[in-house]
């Protein structure tokens, strides 16, 4: 079973950037789509931002132009660069698969954006 950790969240002014990172315990070269996913207080988890080998990403409306979601198969690592972050980008951040595979969550990493 391939574990998840997620790590680079923090507090941030509106209009800094962070850099999350997921490492995975297993490959995951041959996972076709990863994604972020995040969970504000009182809100269900949503997809912000998938990646496909050798296609491409996908975007939520709400974080399209500012995030963008890039994979290292050699590292097991997937990343979401987040810039021009909002106070409704405050959440917690979690990786998985895409559709999201049930025993992979991890903790995921807290990202709290003041104004």
């Known amino acids: 079973q391939v574990q998840l950790v997620e790590s680079g969240g923090g507090l941030v002014q509106a209009g800094g950037s962070l850099r999350l990172s997921c490492v995975a315990s297993g490959s995951i070269f041959s996972i076709n789509v990863m994604g972020w996913y995040r969970q504000a207080p009182g809100k269900q988890r949503e997809l912000v931002a998938r990646v496909r080998n050798a296609v491409g990403e996908n975007y939520a409306d709400s974080v399209k132009g500012r995030f963008t979601i890039y994979r290292d198969n050699a590292k097991n690592t997937v990343y979401l660069q987040m810039n021009s972050l909002k106070p409704e980008d405050t959440a917690v951040y979690y990786c998985?698969?895409?559709?999201?595979?049930?025993?992979?969550w991890g903790q995921g990493t807290q990202v709290t954006v003041s104004s």
């Open positions: 998985n698969t895409d559709p999201p595979a049930l025993r992979w």
